[in-house]
């Protein structure tokens, strides 16, 4: 290492070779010095390093980071953040859901050497999903967003936000309750469809979900079921006993969860908001 410093240092005062340099010269040195596989290493590390989007990653705040990893696959994750700061890296793993915190940890400990290409693609990936983030162009908010969080939560969660927000902005409020599919919003569907999706629903959620429904949506539900069906349902809602709010709000999510997976197959159309509106 002496050795090459002192030439490099006599070359440069000596004013040759100053033209030459860049990314063939470089290559051309490390060739002559570790071969050419372990030289093409090398120009492929520094050069991600310096346009990466690990790169990109470090300036940018672990509570950031996090949400936008969180549904990678756990050693993509490992992946990223084994090439990160530790503090940075540490950050973001403490931000992490539980359930992903040890398996990462644990994939990052085992983990072994990755080929120069795979890193590669992972990190283009990752920069070209950042670019719109980090420049403030990603959409990250509207009523959207929220009808889609509130889909999610039961009906007490989505009865308690939607009433505060009606008091703070009830235009909003309305905008996302149009943009809303809850499973009162059943009732909606028409007859085909509904018996589409009782095909799919087992029929121990029915006699749950329907306890807490109302009239209407358990008479349309009841009047698309064939009377043996009908009779066994309507028989088990009388002789089930009480349960948690909470328990008959999963099931019903989960009902609606498999009228949107019918609805992104094609076989049901979902209507949001004001159902009164006609078809042509």
């Known amino acids: ?116 290409n795979v890193l590669k693609q992972i990190e283009e990936s990752l920069e070209a999903n950042l670019r719109d983030i980090l420049g403030g162009n990603q959409d990250v908010g509207g009523p959207k967003v929220v009808a889609d969080m509130l889909n999610l939560t039961g009906s007490t969660v989505e009865k308690n936000v939607l009433e505060r927000m009606d008091g703070a902005d009830p235009e909003i409020a309305e905008q996302v309750r149009n943009m809303m599919f809850v499973f009162d919003d059943l009732v909606k569907l028409t007859d085909r469809e509904l018996q589409v999706l009782l095909k799919e629903v087992e029929q121990k959620d029915l006699v749950v979900a329907l306890k807490a429904a109302d009239d209407e949506l358990k008479g349309k539900v009841l009047g698309n079921m064939s009377e043996r069906v009908r009779q066994f349902i309507t028989e088990e809602m009388e002789f089930l006993g009480p349960m948690r709010r909470s328990e008959v709000e999963e099931v019903q999510l989960r009902i609606v969860q498999q009228c949107r997976q019918l609805e992104d197959q094609g076989q049901i159309v979902i209507t949001r908001g004001d159902a009164s509106e006609t078809f042509v």
């Open 1 to 116: 290492m002496d050795q090459v410093l002192e030439e490099f240092e006599q070359h440069l005062l000596a004013g040759t070779w100053l033209a030459q340099g860049g990314v063939d010269f470089a290559r051309e040195v490390l060739e002559r010095a570790v071969g050419p596989r372990k030289a093409q290493e090398i120009l492929d590390r520094i050069n991600t390093r310096s346009t990466s989007g690990f790169y990109i990653l470090k300036n940018v705040a672990p509570q950031q980071i996090a949400p936008f990893i969180s549904n990678e696959h756990p050693q993509t994750i490992a992946l990223i953040l084994s090439q990160l700061e530790s503090d940075q890296a540490g950050g973001i793993l403490s931000q992490l859901p539980e359930r992903l915190q040890a398996e990462v940890a644990c994939r990052i400990a085992t983990m072994e050497n990755i080929t120069p």
